[in-house]
C-alpha cells in the first residue's frame, strides 16, 4: 500500500511543486499538477515511495529534465 512523492523542482526560479501522498502502487500512475505558469520553464522530474504508514521512504530517482 505504498504512494508515491513526486516533485518537480525549476532551478531558474529555485522554486518546486511536490505531493507527498500521491497515488497508491496499485493504481499504476500518478500525475503531478502543475500551475499553468510553470508548463514551460525547465524542471527537473524526481520520484520516490512511501509506506501508508509513512515510517519508511525510499531514495529519490531523478527522473530527468522536462523543456
Do not use: W
Not at 505531493?19 to 508548463?39: F, M, P
Not at 512511501?50 to 521512504?57: F, L
Amino acid at each position: 500500500k505504498d504512494q508515491t512523492m513526486l516533485m518537480a523542482y525549476f532551478p531558474e526560479s529555485n522554486e518546486a511543486t511536490f505531493v507527498c501522498s500521491g497515488a497508491k502502487r496499485e493504481d499504476g500512475k500518478d500525475v503531478l499538477e502543475l500551475h499553468s505558469s510553470y508548463l514551460n520553464k525547465r524542471m527537473e522530474v524526481y520520484i520516490s515511495f512511501t509506506t501508508d504508514e509513512r515510517t519508511d521512504v525510499s531514495k529519490s530517482v531523478y527522473l530527468g529534465r522536462i523543456n
